[in-house]
């Protein structure tokens, strides 16, 4: 189970991550813990903006080396927490 | 109709449905807001014309209502399912300040509820109301000759829930259905809408409450404040003192699942399903399963669900599950008619276990 | 008073040309100013094209020289259009209303003030900065001057630069077309542009001058929506629409041409479009005649609005009305049948609607053309009051504690101010709020209180907010340049960007309170605060759109600035036409050197021999809050009458760009409450 649990461990640390960058750029009074991995961020859920969306996509790409190029892709990629974690952990850089 | 073709309908044209289930109410006077914040989990950050999606809770701090509040002016409407008006405007007694100057008011005697899903959802409202409904934002609303127009919507395709005066209700039913055919689309049931809410991670307060279960395990903190009093906030905080044990976490499977199943891991139980439906976007079966907080992942394939002595594989996913057609359609650029769909990434890009 | 003030001549810098001759030749001639930039390097972004001043496309010099120059050619032309030399302007009274937004460290009241200097104006200046509706706003107020009877003369426009960081930022927000832009279009986005315009005003019976138009009205209103995006139905754009029309005692039936902001976002020209079918109904919409100048001139910011009102003018006088270069098929969501084509259509007209729109929701209209159909606005001013105020300093939180520092002598305050803004709105979400907008914020909503108001339903329509400020907030500028130190030109930070507005703060004020009545972010330098209060005053008197205005001012302390501000300070004023017990008698404006005009004009206003008994004519006793020092005044001589201690108060401010002054009295309040 050493897979799993490396796995697990590195997801854990790249989700920490990103909710600590999604805390800073949207400026949430939150603690990491309570924004949800599967909370959607547009519209409802964290209720980013277009504006928010511009700056994060800047961060992602500064903190993660995740590039985001077309807007088709950013908004597949961008829906909740666990897909940015996904294509960090998919297409990032190493940590 | 089968539900293989009214989930058809629903996610790749529009469909049609009497939201029969769903509760209407305007809190009217001075002090509407302040009774609805009041009685509600979330901050109700929302501005005139808008609708912010909440909860109330109980004195447990589980799920007993899931909201739509949509100020208007400074009434406030709210759309909500999981309770009924009258008990909703009992809460209000109970948990708002009783000098607050109120009038609640019930809308379903006066009005019927039809709802419009799918990505040409908006093409087929366009013609029914104005072109201009392509330019109303997601999560707003507005008023129309014979009663009002909230974007919203639970199956992660364009929804609309439009609010009838009921003398109006059976032509529009006709007409929408109409319209709604000739984009080869149809009526579809409460069971395919709710098929769609499971498979974009959308809460129903119907299915998903399972004893014992706040906002913090079901993933819903984004919609509870975290600085004010309301209903179950203190249930909430000692569950957060204590430590989240579990979260609620999607996963898909081939088949053999149901709601209840029991959750494995090699080493011993991890946890339990909370539904488990047939879906054709995915061609297995979409759930969502309550386990323990250290392993309550996506992309996990380790796992195993269980009842007497069958043994299911299941893969943890990220939700939404689906690439819904509705990000690809652009109501200003496209329609049904035109629209060249053959370079269209598949709906359902995972794979099952 | 209150006849139309006489349009005697314009005068432009553009894209189109310099000079009005060269201007028309090619506006004429169907000519865009839209080409591929040279003054900076665009490879760096996914867009290349922008409207410079023509003979000024490489021009690399540091945008306020820039904009100095476009500025003074823009007034030389206009001057000699009206047959005005600098001599015989110095014998009357003139006034300079300017839109000016370039974000720096620096006063925004500067441009101003240097134009004034070379062309001899001795006159009040005022410098509005509320982005794209500033030189709009500028007409518009220039207007109110002449006919609150201040100045004679107005020389009212705007200038902008186009410069690498504006750029950058607009890019990020994604609201560039990659070519030029195509207003009500197919192609989706604006293309920006920079120059100057300016518009002679004068009042009735002057001189003997030619009068090309006359400015009948203007509307002012805010969307309390979103840092950059529009109120997707128009509701703004429409109250200033109406508020425009009624003005001018006018109805849209009288409109017989309509020049839209039109800047080619999505979302400006569905909203806009919106606006147009609620003012005008579906049908008369469809037939107006419209078109956006943006496919000409770009969007020239705080200039878009004066030269597309001269775009109208100069078509107005030769039976044609301007038309939507680059249009060709209409977009969906928007008006069918824009006019089209790069050279203007004939079309006679009496009436001319001109409309913009900037980041923060704000909205202004103007009408302006024959006087038929006559107006039938009345002609009646009602009184104003004021009901409310609250003060923030170092040492002050309550006005009354204002007493004791004007009682004692005088010392340099210094400092910040801890403040929490969420827990003084709860149901507000003020995520991201800077330093300015919190600041004000607060002792607007604390001053509303004081006036024991919460504007609700439709009162927040009639409820509006002048600020005095001189500068965007400091830590929204340092945020903004760092991000382009750090990341590059292409990588700024939008949310940074959308805050580096002087009226950013004004904005944010509004939304987070909901008031949407006529607003506006305005400096005189030093003094401000005191002239947003007599802006607020006339405005109350003489419109119909507004029941209460919130006159406020902040300092944000910015003392590694050379002419920032030494402690963070705001302050509040509640205006209202509802009688209370403290009642504006006076006001008075006039040039920076002219102090004791504006005071003789105040006084008059009261109508009383005597002279009030608290006279504060050196507001600032601290120095160091140049906007608010004059605010803090005004709140002293509220809480001094309230208690009784005076009768009567005259409050003066030397200001950097006018003199201002108000008379406060206390009146018995009689009948109901």
Redesign the interface.
């Known amino acids: 189970m050493t897979e799993l649990s490396d796995y697990i461990a590195s997801r854990e640390a790249v989700l920490d991550r990103v909710r600590r960058l999604l805390r800073e750029t949207m400026k949430l009074r939150l603690e990491p813990e309570a924004i949800d991995p599967d909370a959607p961020l547009f519209g409802t859920g964290l209720g980013m903006d277009s504006v928010d969306a511009v700056e994060l996509v800047v961060q992602l790409d500064a903190v993660f080396g995740l590039k985001l190029a077309d807007s088709l892709f950013v908004s597949s990629k961008m829906r909740t927490v666990n897909t940015i974690v996904d294509a960090i952990m998919e297409l990032g850089d190493e940590p | 109709m089968s539900l293989e073709e009214e989930y058809t309908f629903v996610r790749h044209s529009a469909a049609l449905s009497r939201m029969e289930h769903v509760q209407c109410v305007r809190i009217e006077g001075?002090d509407a807001?302040e009774a609805v914040?009041a009685i509600c989990s979330g901050?109700?950050?929302v501005?005139?014309?808008r609708m912010?999606?909440t909860l109330i809770l109980d004195e447990r701090g589980q799920p007993i209502a899931d909201v739509y509040v949509c100020p208007d002016?400074?009434d406030c409407i709210l759309l909500f399912e999981g309770m009924t008006a009258s008990e909703l405007f009992e809460y209000i007694d109970r948990y708002a300040d009783p000098e607050l100057e109120i009038r609640p008011v019930d809308l379903r005697p006066t009005h019927e509820l039809i709802s419009l899903h799918g990505p040409y959802a908006w093409e087929v409202l366009s013609r029914w109301l104005t072109?201009?409904i392509?330019?109303?934002?997601?999560?707003?609303f507005?008023y129309f000759d014979h009663g009002i127009c909230f974007r919203a919507g639970k199956t992660g395709e364009y929804g609309y829930d439009l609010l009838v005066h009921r003398e109006h209700a059976g032509d529009a039913w006709q007409d929408l259905l109409g319209l709604v055919s000739a984009v080869r689309g149809g009526e579809v049931s409460l069971e395919t809408l709710d098929l769609c809410a499971l498979e974009n991670?959308f809460f129903s307060v119907r299915h998903g409450s399972v004893d014992g279960l706040t906002p913090l395990e079901l993933?819903?903190?984004?919609r509870v404040s975290?600085?004010?009093r309301f209903p179950g906030v203190e249930a909430i905080e000692e569950r957060r003192a204590e430590g989240?044990g579990r979260?609620l976490t999607?996963f898909v499977a081939r088949d053999g699942v149901r709601a209840g199943d029991e959750v494995r891991?090699?080493?011993g139980p991890v946890g339990r399903v909370g539904s488990a439906m047939l879906s054709p976007g995915v061609g297995g079966i979409v759930g969502t399963a309550l386990l323990d907080i250290?392993?309550a992942?996506?992309?996990?394939d380790?796992f195993f669900a269980s009842h007497s002595d069958t043994k299911r594989p299941i893969r943890t996913i990220?939700?939404?599950a689906l690439?819904n057609r509705s990000?690809?359609v652009d109501?200003?650029r496209h329609t049904y008619e035109t629209r060249d769909r053959s370079m269209d990434p598949p709906l359902w890009q995972g794979a099952l276990p | 008073m209150s006849q139309s003030p006489h349009i005697t001549g314009w005068g432009v810098a553009s894209a189109l040309g310099v000079g009005r001759d060269r201007f028309r030749a090619a506006l004429l001639r169907g000519n865009t100013g839209i080409a591929e930039i040279q003054r900076f390097d665009t490879s760096p972004f996914a867009t290349h094209v922008g409207a410079m001043v023509a003979g000024y496309e490489a021009d690399e010099r540091d945008p306020t020289l820039l904009c100095q120059e476009f500025g003074l050619l823009a007034l030389r032309d206009a001057l000699a259009h009206a047959a005005l030399d600098i001599e015989r302007l110095r014998t009357m009274r003139v006034g300079l209303t300017v839109g000016a937004s370039l974000f720096g460290d620096y006063n925004t009241e500067s441009l101003a003030r240097d134009l004034a200097r070379e062309l001899g104006i001795s006159g009040p200046s005022i410098t509005i900065s509320t982005a794209c509706t500033s030189s709009t706003q500028a007409i518009g107020f220039g207007a109110d001057l002449i006919r609150e009877g201040f100045v004679d003369i107005v020389l009212a426009g705007g200038v902008d630069a186009l410069t690498p960081a504006l750029f950058s930022g607009f890019h990020a927000l994604g609201v560039l077309s990659e070519r030029p832009c195509t207003p009500f279009g197919r192609q989706i986005g604006t293309t920006l542009g920079e120059g100057a315009g300016f518009v002679v005003l004068e009042r009735s019976g002057l001189r003997d001058a030619v009068t090309h138009a006359l400015l009948r009205g203007y509307g002012l209103s805010g969307d309390a929506y979103h840092e950059t995006s529009p109120e997707p139905r128009g509701r703004g754009v429409a109250a200033a629409i109406r508020g425009a029309l009624d003005d001018a005692g006018a109805s849209e039936t009288d409109i017989g041409y309509f020049n839209a902001h039109g800047t080619g976002t999505m979302a400006n020209d569905t909203a806009e479009w919106c606006a147009v079918q609620s003012v005008f109904g579906s049908e008369l919409g469809e037939s107006l005649p419209l078109s956006s100048s943006k496919g000409h001139l770009g969007h020239a910011q705080s200039a878009a609005g004066v030269l597309e009102v001269i775009t109208t003018l100069e078509c107005m006088q030769i039976g044609l009305a301007p038309t939507t270069a680059g249009f060709e098929a209409a977009r969906p969501g928007g008006p069918p049948q824009p006019l089209g084509s790069k050279q203007p259509k004939p079309l006679t007209y009496e009436l001319a609607l001109s409309s913009n729109s900037a980041f923060g929701g704000s909205n202004c209209a103007l009408v302006f053309g024959n006087d038929r159909p006559a107006s039938s606005a009345p002609e009646q001013r009602r009184r104003v009051f004021v009901s409310g105020a609250a003060a923030l300093c170092p040492g002050v939180s309550q006005i009354s504690e204002l007493a004791s520092i004007y009682e004692a002598e005088p010392e340099p305050l210094h400092g910040e101010l801890d403040l929490d803004l969420a827990a003084e709105l709860p149901r507000v979400d003020v995520r991201g709020i800077d330093r300015a907008a919190e600041l004000l914020t607060t002792v607007t909503s604390r001053a509303l209180g004081d006036a024991g108001v919460q504007p609700r339903g439709k009162a927040r329509g009639r409820t509006g907010l002048i600020a005095g400020t001189l500068r965007a907030s400091p830590d929204s500028l340092h945020r903004f340049h760092t991000s382009l130190e750090e990341r590059g030109i292409a990588k700024p930070d939008a949310t940074a960007f959308a805050q580096v507005l002087p009226s950013a703060a004004q904005s944010a004020c509004a939304k987070a309170l909901n008031l949407r009545g006529p607003q506006s972010t305005i400096t005189i330098g030093e003094g401000s605060g005191l002239m947003a209060a007599v802006m607020a005053t006339w405005m109350l008197a003489r419109r119909r759109d507004a029941d209460r205005m919130v006159a406020a001012a902040v300092d944000v302390r910015s003392p590694s600035s050379p002419e920032g501000a030494l402690a963070d300070a705001a302050c509040a004023l509640v205006l209202c036409t509802t009688p209370s017990t403290v009642e504006v008698a006076g006001i008075g404006l006039a040039g920076p050197e002219q102090l004791d005009d504006a005071i003789s004009e105040a006084r008059r206003g009261w109508g009383r021999e005597e002279a009030p008994e608290l006279f504060i004519e050196r507001p600032d006793p601290f120095g160091g809050m140049p906007a608010t020092s004059s605010s803090f005044a005004l709140a002293h001589a509220l809480s001094s009458l309230r208690r009784g201690a005076a009768g009567s108060a005259l409050i003066a401010s030397r200001g950097t760009t006018a003199s201002v002054a108000m008379v406060l009295t206390s009146i018995e309040v009689t009948g109901n409450d």
């Open positions: 001075e807001t914040d901050d109700l950050w501005r005139d014309g912010r999606q002016d400074d072109p201009d392509i330019g109303l934002p997601y999560l707003s507005y991670g993933q819903l903190q984004w975290a600085r004010k989240v979260r999607h891991s090699a080493d250290s392993v992942h996506p992309g996990i380790a990220s939700s939404p690439f990000l690809l109501p200003h």
